[in-house]
């Protein structure tokens, strides 16, 4: 099975889009670089905050009280 011109086409144009137009693919492969370090620093940001916030909350909450608490309390005064 011999190639033919059609199938030369048909590479020639893959490799043309591919490769051709100032390292195109490098272009793209650091701006996905920069998008995935983009996401993991959100992601940690999101981690620190949400720490930082249930520590917040925990050192200035009370416990709540149970219903049942609260009736017992009531017939003892």
């Known amino acids: ?5 059609q199938q030369l086409l048909i590479v020639l144009v893959i490799v043309l889009v591919l490769f051709g137009g100032r390292g195109r693919i490098s272009s793209i492969m650091g ?3 920069k998008g995935i370090r983009s996401f993991k620093k959100g992601l940690n940001d999101d981690e620190d905050e949400k720490g930082a916030k249930g520590d917040a909350n ?8 149970s219903p ?9 005064a």
């Not at 099975?1 to 011109?5: K, N, Q, Y």
């Not at 925990?58 to 009280?65: D, V």
């Not at 049942?68 to 003892?76: F, G, I, L, P, Q």
């Open 1 to 5: 099975m011999a190639v033919g011109w």
């Open 31 to 33: 701006d996905m670089a």
């Open 58 to 65: 925990i050192a200035h909450e009370t416990p709540p009280t």
């Open 68 to 76: 049942a608490s609260e009736s017992s309390e009531k017939t003892k």
